[in-house]
């Protein structure tokens, strides 16, 4: 079944513990660290992390669009994240990075840039719980769907299968009732959606009803 991951980048940031709530159900809550460096934006850190994961039965998927994830990367497991993203533009050594988040005891995942292909990362695939493949330049919500991914998507659920591996392939950015098939007929099984989530007059509706669209 397909999972739905609400991004909280949409949601009010005063008002995360409720926001959060508003969308139980939900199977991960999706958390963008952005540093204004990695990304031209900037949103949260490790003390908001730790608040939420405790403010929240959800677990948290945590998306690190910063710089140095090689430093950072494991505080985010200390802080409760029950999986953790970074960046393979950005990370000096993501093997080494990815042990050490499972390590700590997450799952451990792996983005990847609009331009940044697949193929150069198969190997690495059996040292990562999910592969992330972004459908917009990352920084910013509500931003339109990039149709141009749906071939590395397809491919990369090839590489999954061809070598036999359980994981996840995650797509992020412009996820919507009007897009998510496409994702789920190329490859992908975990949806980030945040305005079409946060956007909708019942969040946990529109979670049920992407859930449903993905799975049909
Ligand atoms: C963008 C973030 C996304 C963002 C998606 O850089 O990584 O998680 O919240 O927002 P929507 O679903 O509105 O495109
Ligand atoms: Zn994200």
């Known amino acids: 079944m397909a999972q739905i991951n609400p991004s909280i980048l949409s949601a009010d940031f005063a008002r995360l ?15 963008d660290v952005m540093d204004n460096h990695f990304v031209p934006n900037l949103t949260l850190g490790v003390p908001i992390v730790e608040s939420l994961s405790r ?77 992330l493949i972004m459908t917009v330049e990352p920084g910013f919500g509500g931003q339109a769907f990039l149709d141009i991914m749906l071939p590395k998507i397809r491919r990369t659920r090839e590489l999954i299968s061809k070598h036999g591996l359980e994981l996840w392939l995650q797509v992020d950015g412009g996820v919507s009732e009007s897009t998510i098939e496409r994702c789920a007929e190329a490859g992908a099984d975990v949806f980030v959606a945040g305005s079409a989530v946060y956007g909708a007059a019942d969040p946990a509706d529109a979670v049920r009803s992407l859930r449903a669209k993905a799975d049909s």
């Open 17 to 31: 513990a409720e926001e959060a709530k508003a969308v139980e159900g939900a199977d991960w809550l999706h958390v």
């Open 55 to 131: 403010a929240t039965d959800t677990p948290l998927d945590c998306h690190l669009m910063i710089e140095d994830p090689d430093r950072w990367a494991p505080q985010y497991v200390e802080a409760g994240a029950g999986s953790v993203t970074f960046h393979v533009e950005a990370a000096a050594a993501p093997v080494r990075l990815a042990r050490e988040i499972r390590a700590k005891g997450a799952r451990a995942s792996m983005a990847l840039k609009p331009a940044t292909p697949i193929e150069p990362y198969e190997d690495l695939l059996p040292e990562l719980d999910m592969l």
